[in-house]
């Protein structure tokens, strides 16, 4: 059980394209998804919190405009890199969480390597 | 100091060892306890995941949980080739789903 699919796995494109990043919790409901970016050989780092129906909660130094969240169900969450440029080459990785009284644990999707040329 | 300390240097062991990861943190509010394996280019799978102190065990994994030290443990017993992968801690507080991660231990197991 817990499993969330992330698509797509990896995507190269030209520098000013806007990508579109897809999970989906497949067998539970994600109250929260979370949204992490990972440089090579270091820990993960969050992005953006997002709760199903209310607005994603960016961490300091995130560009809300640049990284655009969308939690539109309890089983799928969208993270666009809009105007993509270089610098956003990154592995892009997601997380859900379930309905609980206590804390939940994150489940991950596989990542999304990102390479912009 | 960092919430989360993990020593990230790489540990390389020989096939049927035990490994012995930990993590030390510096929040007393922490009360969920993670350890998540990291394959290459993939992402983060639950291992365990245990409440408050104490230990927990799972086929050849062991967690854990010293409170009182602000200690958390993995084992690995009878280690696999398999079992090569980056070993990540995490941790969260009550009510708080966000997690404080551990930079993460690459293990190699030789076969």
């Known amino acids: 059980g817990a499993v969330v699919s992330q698509h797509p796995s990896w995507v190269i494109c030209k520098s000013g394209t806007s990508v579109k990043i897809e999970c989906r919790s497949l067998d539970f409901q994600a109250t929260t998804m979370f949204w992490y970016r990972q440089f090579p050989k270091q820990s993960l780092m969050l992005m953006a919190t997002s709760n199903e129906g209310s607005k994603a909660t960016y961490e300091q130094g995130v560009e809300k405009d640049k990284f655009l969240i969308n939690h539109a169900s309890l089983t799928l969450s969208t993270l666009t890199v809009t105007s993509a440029h270089p610098e956003d080459s990154s592995f892009y990785i997601c997380s859900a969480s379930g309905l609980g009284n206590s804390n939940q644990p994150q489940h991950f999707g596989d990542g999304t390597r990102l390479s912009i040329l | 100091q960092k919430e989360v300390e993990q020593d990230p240097g790489p540990l390389s062991v020989p096939e049927g060892a035990i490994v012995s990861l930990n993590c030390t943190y510096s929040?007393?509010?922490?009360?969920?306890f993670m350890w998540y394996r990291q394959y290459s280019r993939k992402g983060p799978e639950l291992l365990m995941y245990t409440y408050s102190s104490g230990n927990k065990e799972d086929g050849r994994f062991t967690a854990q949980v010293d409170k009182s030290s602000k200690y958390i443990s993995l084992f690995i017993r009878d280690s696999q080739p398999s079992d090569s992968a980056t070993y990540l801690c995490a941790m969260s507080a009550s009510g708080n789903n966000r997690l404080a991660f551990g930079k993460g231990n690459q293990v190699v197991v030789i076969p």
């Open positions: 929040n007393s509010a922490f009360q969920y």
